[in-house]
């Protein structure tokens, strides 16, 4: 049996297809391409051993359901350590604000204290070493009272950098359940269940089907005649043999001109600048597939 070269089934493909188009008595569609979808890659945003993994080939998920979940027992017992050490420094610091209350009612007095004794020593009703005694009282009740509330500061820091940390580890406990972005369906799956993930590696790829996108090409003589939410009519093989006829809307023209793709078979039809352009088509009954080829006519949809 002849093997038929590797371009020739697509070849093949175009040709029916064009046939298709032919027998509509239309004339000639205004543009080629085929379909595509807005495709997500989720990854994984903690390193861990998948303990749960529900992402199959073809599945349906829906938005931000979970999905995967990545072994948190290390980081709950982190965050239970460090939640224990924010109630450790939080009783710390009531002890010391219970010290900087008395040492200030002491300084309160021995400051009174002081001042009374300055006044009989200038009176000579008090002894210069009792003089000496009060202002030895203060200064040492100050310096106390000082060191309590550096002490309070330290606390305060401790418990703020402490509080931080158990919102970092709750970040990363979050983190560690994988929810879908997207709803969409699952294109293709990278890891399963048990298997250990680092940061960042792709855990599966999902896309919204219910939409496709038409990648085609227009010249630069058809531009004049395109516009952004425009109306066209999408034409593309039913799979019986019919041609079947959808409504789509122009959601992007390029702004600069690019050579004719490579899936183009012609040497001198590949030479020519064309514009890229997509029209979002509605998949409601999943008969568009990724990859499948389509034409365009500018006129839209004739409603019956």
């Avoid at 239309?26 to 303990?51: H, K, T």
């Avoid at 019986?240 to 023209?253: K, M, P, Y």
């Avoid at 352009?277 to 999943?286: E, H, I, Q, R, Y």
């Amino acid at each position: 049996m002849r093997h038929l070269p590797p371009r020739l089934p697509a070849l093949l493909l175009g040709i029916s297809l064009a046939g298709t188009i032919a027998c509509r008595g239309d004339g000639e569609p205004d543009a080629y391409g085929n379909f595509e979808a807005i495709e997500v890659v989720v990854s994984a945003q903690s390193a861990g051993q998948l303990v749960r993994f529900l992402p199959v080939e073809g599945m349906r998920l829906e938005a931000d359901a979970v999905v995967a979940l990545v072994d948190t027992t290390q980081l709950a017992l982190e965050r239970d350590q460090l939640v224990a050490q924010r109630g450790a420094a939080g009783a710390r610091r009531a002890e010391v604000n219970d010290q900087v209350r008395a040492l200030e009612a002491q300084r309160e007095i021995a400051a009174r204290t002081l001042e009374r004794t300055r006044r009989l020593h200038a009176g000579q009703a008090a002894t210069q070493q009792q003089l000496d005694q009060a202002e030895r009282d203060f200064r040492v009740l100050d310096a106390q009272l000082g060191a309590a509330r550096s002490a309070r500061a330290g606390i305060g820091l401790d418990m703020t950098s402490t509080v931080a940390r158990v919102a970092q580890v709750s970040d990363r406990l979050a983190r560690s359940e994988v929810r879908n972005p997207t709803a969409g369906t699952v294109l293709a799956t990278y890891a399963r269940t048990g298997e250990v993930v680092q940061t960042g590696q792709p855990l599966y790829r999902v896309a919204d089907l219910d939409t496709l996108e038409l990648r085609a090409y227009v010249t630069g003589a058809q531009l004049a005649r395109v516009k952004l939410r425009q109306r066209v009519a999408v034409h593309f093989d039913g799979g019986d043999g019919a041609l079947r006829t959808v409504e789509g809307e122009i959601s992007w023209i390029a702004g600069k001109a690019e050579f004719t793709p490579t899936p183009v078979q012609m040497r001198d039809e590949r030479a020519d600048l064309v514009y890229a352009m997509k029209v979002l088509v509605a998949n409601p009954d999943g008969a568009l597939k990724i990859g499948m080829p389509a034409d365009v006519t500018f006129a839209p949809v004739q409603r019956p």
